[in-house]
């Protein structure tokens, strides 16, 4: 799912990834360069709304940085988030070391990013996976088409499906989450014309934090015979995981391989590609494209499917025994990216 949700899903320790230095919330401001501080070109910062860890999705963000410095004979910063309070401390932190560009992952700085924006016209920012509300000349945003990997995850649903039913257990019921519903679906109908497709959703006080929940909704879809499940719910993914493992059944999961977390259950992954959209995000920004917003999706490389992916074999996915399956979603992605294939976009409706 979108990283709105995903961050919630994935939140770990916090950990120094390669060499690129974390810093969190009070010492944001006694954070170091990557190297000896005497880089000849231009510095970028990253800021984090979360603790990198093992946050494959956070790590990438890091190797975009890092890989667009090194391109640059730049310097790259890592300041690492764990809460509102040091979200905002590290984003007045980076702004007051006035960095070339300034990146933030997520839709947790969209207002500070505004605020900081008209504050400071000539410092350049960079949002990924999410974006301000108002346009601004030095805010770049990079978002996703996860609805595109999403319907291939579908079509592999289809041809796997026993029981001829699919199902997706969503956060919330609004079009932005119905991106990983609603495509699903049509991917399996792509596949399976015949099948059926149903949707529950987590809702109630924690709708990105209930596992139990999660894992009653996706109890429900298999009790009525669901056997390939989207799991798109935050940190409850877990849970519906648990249910698909416990009865039998396969899931899907979102933005990085889940599939380690369920061997033998977790079927395949629609991966966003953050190193991507940060490196090319970046260009953006310092190409004198600001204040645009560029969407990544199967064409530009920041949407995939783990199974797509090289390195498939070793993955832990069950689509790794699956070749033929993966043919021909192969070539449905082909068609996607070349236009002759649409899938439509929930949250564009």
């Known amino acids: 799912m979108s990283r709105r949700s995903r961050t ?16 969190t919330g009070c010492n ?5 360069k990557d190297e000896d501080g005497k880089s000849t070109g231009p510095a970028f910062t990253l800021v984090t709304p979360d603790a ?4 494959e999705f956070l790590k990438l963000a890091v190797d975009g940085v890092k890989a667009a410095a090194g391109a640059r004979s730049g310097s790259s910063k890592v300041y690492e988030s764990t809460d509102a309070a040091s979200r905002q401390q590290n984003v007045q932190a980076a702004v007051d070391a006035k960095p070339k560009v300034i990146v933030l992952v997520g839709f947790e700085f969209a207002d500070l990013v505004a ?11 960079l949002v990924v996976d999410a974006c301000t509300k108002q346009t601004y000349a030095n805010v770049s945003c990079a978002v996703f088409r996860e609805h595109e990997g999403v319907f291939l995850a579908g079509a592999e ?4 499906s026993k029981s001829g039913k699919v199902g997706a257990v969503d956060v919330l019921d609004t079009p932005q989450f119905r991106r990983y519903s609603e495509p699903f679906a049509a991917g399996a109908k792509k596949t399976a014309p015949a099948s059926e497709a149903a949707t529950r959703f987590v809702g109630g006080q924690s709708p990105f934090n209930d596992s139990a929940r999660a894992k009653e909704q996706a109890s429900s879809l298999i009790s009525g015979g669901t056997d390939q499940l989207m799991a798109a719910a935050a940190a409850g993914s877990y849970g519906v995981f648990e249910a698909a493992k416990a009865k039998g059944a396969f899931a899907y999961g979102v933005d990085v391989n889940q599939c380690v977390s369920a061997p033998g259950t977790v079927v395949d992954n629609v991966i966003k590609k953050t190193d991507v959209a940060v490196e090319k995000g970046i260009e953006q920004a310092i190409g004198g494209k600001g204040g645009q917003i560029v969407s990544y999706g199967l064409k530009e490389g920041g949407i995939s499917l783990t199974g797509l992916e090289q390195g498939v074999v070793d993955s832990q996915c069950v689509i790794a025994q699956h070749a033929p399956v993966l043919d021909q979603v192969k070539r449905l ?3 996607i990216v070349s236009g002759e294939l649409k899938v439509d976009d929930p949250a564009a409706k």
Not at 52 to 55: E, I, S
Not at 157 to 160: F, H, I, P, S
């Open 333 to 335: 992605r082909d068609q």
């Open 52 to 55: 990198v860890g093992q946050n």
């Open 115 to 125: 605020q900081q924006a008209e504050a400071h016209p000539d410092q350049s920012f």
């Open 8 to 23: 919630r899903a994935l939140r770990l320790a916090a950990a120094v990834a390669g060499g690129a230095l974390l810093a």
């Open 157 to 160: 649903a289809g041809l796997l």
């Open 28 to 32: 944001a401001a006694a954070a170091k």
